[in-house]
């Protein structure tokens, strides 16, 4: 059935990693938007609490709340619900890099799966008011590898190849059993890549950029030739917002950039554009291109028919243009390097613990 949504107190899990930063930010923004956010995040390597400082300094007095909490802690789940009356759930907490998840795949199982099932729960099992709603952020990769031609659907069938989209999946489906067996009142979301302001320094584009700025090899996998869909992180934002206040229960929307590209080209359309915009010549930073062996169960193309969401909601991505979209990624990094000098030398973790402590008030509350 259509659902009008209205965001009261909505909980943000993964709050201060890279997503779910620009999803509060978003939400801040948006003059329609006159509820609370409680951020519950961890605070793992990629979880960075100065991301948001300016937002704790102008809402921290009520309409904004840091929970520092495992979703895996299932009585800290049930209590920060309890608490701050929470209506909606925006579920971005994962582990999320697929090279990592064949290194040491215990993580994401832990987190990915059993971090999803014990929010679940807690939502199922609050007592005295309505089931809040559950948002479910997930990943074009739970649908596996597309040939030359095709794109994913809402209705694709799964087919994950790598540790990291099989605990998505997992948690895909375990999130829709929740909505067919006790009603839950859900909603999924499966996006391709997301770059943009804030993103940790592990994925591909922040790894190029700084190892160029850096006259570092810029390793690409392969061939290059393996194609991702690029959807710029502001464009994903909106998107959740249209689905959390507009979507149909039970269901399941793609959103895409519109936006294909190989790896290599990608590379090569960021060396343009940090040349560009550092004054210096591409080639320079071509030059330090370098390809390296391929890694294990490497999907060749992913692409998304995100018809859905535009047909029912009227959404569709803004940054369609990569250069335009590396433009104001690349800009953002270079305006902003005491955020990557202490992202990258764990100088923000002294920040935090100097500078948070959780306040008996909000507590209170």
């Given at each position: 059935m ?6 009261n107190?909505?909980m943000?899990?993964?709050?201060c990693g ?5 999803f509060?930010?978003h939400l801040?923004r948006?003059p ?5 956010i ?7 390597y990629?979880?960075n609490?100065?991301?948001l400082?300016d937002i704790q300094?102008?809402y ?9 909490a495992d979703i895996?802690?299932a ?6 619900l309890e608490?701050?009356?929470v209506d ?6 994962a582990?999320s890099?697929v090279?990592?998840?064949i ?10 799966i059993?971090?999803?099932?014990v929010?679940?729960?807690a939502a199922?099992?609050?007592?005295g008011r309505?089931a809040?709603?559950f948002?479910h ?8 590898s597309?040939?030359?031609?095709g ?8 087919d994950p ?17 929740y909505?067919?067996t006790y009603g ?17 320094p ?6 190029m950029?700084l ?8 390793p690409?996998y392969?061939?290059g ?8 992180v502001?464009?994903?934002c909106e ?7 507009r979507?149909?229960?039970?269901e399941?929307?793609n ?5 294909e ?9 960021l060396?343009?554009?940090t040349?560009?915009?550092?004054g210096?010549?591409p ?8 390809y390296?062996k391929?890694r294990p169960g ?11 969401i ?6 569709r991505?803004t940054?369609?243009d990569?250069?335009?979209g590396l433009?104001m990624?690349?800009?953002?990094y270079?305006?902003?390097p ?12 002294a920040w935090?613990?100097?500078?948070y402590?959780?306040r008996?008030e909000?507590?209170?509350k």
């Amino acid at each position: 059935m259509k659902h009008r949504h209205e965001l009261n107190n909505v909980m943000v899990t993964g709050g201060c990693g890279f997503i779910g930063t620009n999803f509060i930010r978003h939400l801040f923004r948006k003059p329609e938007f006159t509820g609370r956010i409680i951020n519950v995040d961890k605070l793992t390597y990629s979880g960075n609490l100065e991301n948001l400082t300016d937002i704790q300094e102008t809402y921290g007095n009520g309409r904004y709340v840091f929970v520092q909490a495992d979703i895996c802690d299932a009585p800290a789940m049930a209590e920060t619900l309890e608490r701050y009356a929470v209506d909606t759930i925006v579920h971005f907490a994962a582990e999320s890099h697929v090279d990592r998840s064949i290194l040491g795949p215990r993580e994401f199982v832990r987190t990915n799966i059993e971090g999803t099932f014990v929010l679940l729960e807690a939502a199922r099992q609050r007592k005295g008011r309505p089931a809040p709603r559950f948002h479910h952020v997930s990943t074009d990769e739970v649908y596996g590898s597309l040939g030359l031609t095709g794109a994913f659907t809402e209705t694709t069938p799964y087919d994950p190849r790598s540790p990291y989209s099989a605990s998505k999946a997992a948690s895909d489906h375990l999130v829709r059993a929740y909505y067919h067996t006790y009603g839950l009142p859900i909603t999924i979301s499966n996006c391709s890549n997301n770059y943009g302001p804030y993103q940790f320094p592990e994925k591909v584009i922040p790894v190029m950029l700084l190892n160029m700025l850096e006259g570092k090899p810029l390793p690409v996998y392969g061939d290059g030739l393996n194609v991702r869909d690029w959807l710029f992180v502001d464009d994903h934002c909106e998107a959740i917002w249209q689905i959390l206040t507009r979507g149909r229960i039970g269901e399941t929307y793609n959103i895409g950039g519109n936006n294909e590209s190989t790896n290599i080209a990608l590379v090569k359309t960021l060396c343009q554009v940090t040349a560009r915009l550092t004054g210096k010549f591409p080639a320079q930073y071509e030059s330090l291109i370098t390809y390296v062996k391929d890694r294990p169960g490497h999907d060749r193309r992913y692409a998304i028919d995100a018809s859905k969401i535009a047909r029912e909601l009227g959404w569709r991505p803004t940054v369609t243009d990569l250069t335009e979209g590396l433009t104001m990624t690349v800009r953002w990094y270079l305006e902003h390097p005491t955020w990557v000098e202490r992202v990258r030398s764990g100088e923000y973790r002294a920040w935090m613990a100097k500078n948070y402590t959780r306040r008996e008030e909000e507590l209170s509350k």
